[in-house]
């Protein structure tokens, strides 16, 4: 239904963009890596689907077509719903999932939270020939920058958006800015994922 969004960023989370596009504000569910591409944007483009449940209309948001066409073909794995996807893809880049999938790392996949090995499976089985032909991205980016109180509380909003208890995260994430005090929210989210 809507292709792609243009506007000004008016609020960019490590979980959802607001986007203002002519006077109408659209809030988009978005993934971390999403969030890294945007976050020092002003304005931009935001690709969408746009998924109607029986008691809910969810746009979600993403930076890139690839990353977009890969929500997609996770959200067509039995098993795997929007929410799962967009953790899966918050979890692991987008190559780094592509590559997991094509080479059948099954171990990798599970390793995202929520997913059992059964499910890591029958992604690669359902996703294996499909992929095969998928073009990586050359730019491989470590954007890494210095970590304060406000890298904490986007992490911490990000993880309660995705359903994790507050207490269990706020101890996660001291254990993990005492380890590296220099973690990126991204960092900082996708190690919480990984340890919690």
């Known amino acids: 239904m809507y292709e792609f969004l243009q506007g000004i960023f008016e609020e960019l989370t490590p979980s959802y963009a607001v986007i203002n596009c002519n006077g109408v504000g659209y809030l988009a569910e978005i993934s971390l890596n999403s969030y890294s591409f945007l976050k020092s944007k002003k304005e931009g483009k935001l690709y969408t689907h746009f998924v109607v449940r029986?008691?809910?209309?969810?746009?979600?948001?993403?930076?890139?077509?690839?990353?977009?066409?890969?929500?997609?073909?996770?959200?067509?794995?039995?098993?795997?719903?929007?929410?799962?996807?967009?953790?899966?893809?918050?979890?692991?880049?987008?190559?780094?999932?592509?590559?997991?999938?094509?080479?059948?790392?099954?171990?990798?996949?599970?390793?995202?939270?929520?997913?059992?090995?059964?499910?890591?499976?029958?992604?690669?089985v359902d996703l294996h020939d499909k992929l095969q032909k998928w073009e990586f991205?050359?730019?491989?980016?470590?954007?890494?920058?210095?970590?304060?109180?406000?890298?904490?509380?986007?992490?911490?909003?990000?993880?309660?958006?995705l359903g994790f208890n507050k207490v269990i995260i706020e101890k996660t994430l001291d254990k993990l800015l005492k380890e590296n005090d220099g973690m990126s929210v991204e960092s900082l989210v996708r190690e919480a994922l990984r340890r919690m």
Not at 89 to 116: C, F, N, P, R
Not at 142 to 154: A, G, H, I, L, Y
Request: glycine content about 6%.
């Open 137 to 161: 991205s050359q730019n491989d980016e470590d954007k890494k920058f210095v970590s304060d109180n406000k890298n904490r509380e986007e992490a911490l909003l990000a993880l309660q958006t």
């Open 54 to 124: 029986e008691d809910a209309q969810i746009l979600y948001g993403f930076a890139t077509t690839n990353e977009r066409e890969l929500f997609r073909q996770l959200i067509s794995v039995s098993g795997i719903g929007a929410n799962t996807a967009r953790m899966m893809l918050s979890s692991l880049s987008t190559d780094d999932l592509v590559k997991a999938i094509v080479t059948e790392d099954a171990k990798t996949i599970s390793s995202v939270k929520g997913i059992g090995l059964k499910t890591a499976q029958r992604v690669v």
